[in-house]
């Protein structure tokens, strides 16, 4: 094969692109601070680097969603602290209202109270977060849950609730879930008696001094499962008494 100078030449400026165009990309990368630039540089290092891209993406997303749950439970424990104060005053009301020696304009003074209190409760019950949602509506996030007022129930009328009965969940790890919403029915309409199960009570007839707790169920399962839960406990005196 015949070398001639014009092949020289041409392998001379060959040479030097070449070499600008690897110190071009090592330019490149100092710029970008990583080693590929694109999957063709290294498809086994890019895959690998994607991997952990997402896997970053994904600790992200979950470190976002426990923020968020926490600033959702956060609130309702802020509304339901404030109901529960709310609750408080009303029973105060309550019970300075059965005094006797109260004037009418005085009465009067308790009712309006008792009015804005309302007011006050119902607009706990349908408090919102930093992006509208109402926090006892369930998944209807969007529904104003209650809708009422004072003289309607007054009127006999109940405070309608427009909610469901669903909780709003958060993924906060690869395999948990938190509730981060609760239905205003759960809260506010459906209160349960006594324990949840049953209520503990005395006979009409009784005129004894003990003390009925509320009592427990160790076994909720086996509660449940029960057919009959009507139990009574009955006290008896045997043999002759002595004081």
Do not use: C
Not at 135 to 149: K, L, N
Not at 210 to 231: D, H
Request: net charge neutral.
């Amino acid at each position: 094969m015949r070398v001639s100078t014009g092949m020289i030449f041409d392998a001379g400026v060959s040479s030097i692109n070449r070499q600008t165009a690897s110190l071009l990309h090592v330019q490149q990368q100092v710029a970008a601070g990583r080693r590929i630039l694109r999957p063709s540089d290294d498809p086994v290092a890019a895959a690998r680097a994607l991997e952990v891209t997402q896997a970053s993406d994904l600790v992200t997303q979950f470190k976002q969603n426990q923020d968020n749950a926490s600033a959702a439970l956060g609130l309702e424990e802020t509304q339901l602290t404030s109901a529960i104060d709310v609750l408080a005053r009303v029973q105060e009301l309550a019970v300075l209202g059965g005094t006797t020696s109260l004037s009418a304009t005085a009465r009067r003074g308790i009712a309006t109270e008792l009015r804005s209190r309302f007011d006050e409760l119902l607009g706990v019950a349908n408090s919102t977060d930093a992006n509208g949602q109402s926090a006892f509506s369930g998944f209807m996030g969007a529904t104003t849950p209650f809708g009422g007022s004072v003289d309607s129930i007054l009127a006999g009328n109940e405070i309608a609730y427009m909610g469901d009965d669903g909780q709003r969940k958060l993924q906060v790890s690869p395999n948990r879930f938190i509730e981060v919403s609760d239905s205003g029915n759960d809260v506010f309409k459906r209160i349960r008696n006594g324990n949840g199960y049953f209520v503990a009570d005395y006979a009409a007839g009784n005129t004894g001094t003990g003390i009925v707790s509320s009592g427990s169920v160790t076994n909720p399962a086996t509660w449940n499962a029960a057919t009959t839960k009507n139990v009574a406990i009955r006290f008896t005196v045997t043999g002759a008494v002595t004081t």
